[in-house]
Protein backbone atom coordinates (compact mmCIF):
# COMPACT_ATOMS: atom_id res chain seq x y z
CA UNK A 1 0.00 0.00 0.00
CA UNK A 2 1.10 3.85 -0.83
CA UNK A 3 0.96 5.78 2.45
CA UNK A 4 1.71 9.45 2.42
CA UNK A 5 2.37 11.18 5.91
CA UNK A 6 2.39 14.97 5.37
CA UNK A 7 3.62 17.98 7.73
CA UNK A 8 6.09 15.85 9.18
CA UNK A 9 8.67 18.87 9.71
CA UNK A 10 10.68 17.88 12.48
CA UNK A 11 10.96 14.43 10.48
CA UNK A 12 10.27 12.45 13.94
CA UNK A 13 7.41 10.41 12.66
CA UNK A 14 10.30 7.59 11.10
CA UNK A 15 10.99 7.36 15.11
CA UNK A 16 8.23 6.55 16.92
CA UNK A 17 7.55 3.34 17.62
CA UNK A 18 4.41 2.99 15.74
CA UNK A 19 6.02 4.26 12.77
CA UNK A 20 7.19 0.07 12.61
CA UNK A 21 3.59 -0.84 11.90
CA UNK A 22 3.88 0.62 8.74
CA UNK A 23 6.63 -2.17 7.60
CA UNK A 24 6.32 -3.47 4.52
CA UNK A 25 4.43 -0.54 2.74
CA UNK A 26 5.68 2.62 0.14
CA UNK A 27 5.79 4.97 2.71
CA UNK A 28 6.65 8.65 1.78
CA UNK A 29 7.18 11.13 4.51
CA UNK A 30 6.84 14.94 3.25
CA UNK A 31 8.49 17.42 5.84
CA UNK A 32 7.47 20.69 3.99
CA UNK A 33 4.13 22.15 3.98
CA UNK A 34 2.48 23.18 1.20
CA UNK A 35 -1.39 24.45 0.88
CA UNK A 36 -2.15 24.86 -2.94
CA UNK A 37 -4.71 22.08 -3.70
CA UNK A 38 -3.54 21.42 -7.23
CA UNK A 39 0.02 20.85 -5.52
CA UNK A 40 -1.11 18.33 -3.36
CA UNK A 41 -3.26 16.73 -5.78
CA UNK A 42 -0.14 15.81 -7.46
CA UNK A 43 1.53 15.02 -4.91
CA UNK A 44 -0.93 12.67 -2.97
CA UNK A 45 -2.38 10.81 -6.56
CA UNK A 46 -0.76 7.95 -5.94
CA UNK A 47 -1.71 7.85 -2.29
CA UNK A 48 -3.74 4.38 -1.02
CA UNK A 49 -3.51 5.68 2.55
CA UNK A 50 -3.14 9.28 4.06
CA UNK A 51 -1.88 10.08 7.83
CA UNK A 52 -2.04 13.54 9.16
CA UNK A 53 -0.21 14.08 12.28
CA UNK A 54 -0.42 17.97 12.31
CA UNK A 55 -3.68 20.17 11.70
CA UNK A 56 -1.25 22.22 8.99
CA UNK A 57 -2.76 20.81 6.19
CA UNK A 58 -6.75 21.00 5.50
CA UNK A 59 -8.76 18.04 3.66
CA UNK A 60 -11.57 19.80 2.23
CA UNK A 61 -13.94 18.94 -0.47
CA UNK A 62 -11.96 20.95 -3.30
CA UNK A 63 -8.45 18.82 -2.63
CA UNK A 64 -10.80 15.30 -2.39
CA UNK A 65 -12.45 16.07 -5.50
CA UNK A 66 -9.31 15.92 -7.71
CA UNK A 67 -8.22 12.75 -6.07
CA UNK A 68 -8.94 9.21 -7.26
CA UNK A 69 -11.75 7.62 -5.99
Known amino acids: MKVAILD ?3 DTV ?3 ACFR ?3 GHEV ?3 ND ?3 DVDALAARLADTEALVLIRERTAIRTPLLER ?3
Request: glycine share 12%.
Open 33 to 35: HIQ
Open 28 to 30: TIW
Open 67 to 69: LPG
Open 14 to 16: RTL
Open 8 to 10: DYH
Open 21 to 23: QLG
